[in-house]
């Protein structure tokens, strides 16, 4: 089996040694409201891209944008 960073549930274990599991959901909390991603778009993006989502979503609200 090959993670690599996948959160899918066949991989848990493995991404539970990985992962801060209260900064995971919340990420992806932010991504759902800020981007408009399901839970299963975010359940197959690797951590990496979790990441830069989150960057940009930082980047938007530091530069003032707004969600209407």
């Not at 919340?26 to 979790?50: H, R």
């Not at 940009?56 to 003032?64: G, L, P, V």
Request: glycine share 4%.
């Amino acid at each position: 089996m090959n993670c690599r960073g996948r959160t899918t549930r066949w991989c848990v274990s493995f991404v539970w040694v990985l992962t801060d599991w209260d900064g995971f959901y919340q990420a992806a909390a932010d991504l759902a409201w800020w981007f408009g991603f399901s839970p299963a778009d975010i359940d197959e993006m690797s951590l990496d891209e979790i990441l830069q989502w989150q960057q940009q979503a930082n980047r938007q609200i530091k530069a003032k944008y707004s969600k209407l």
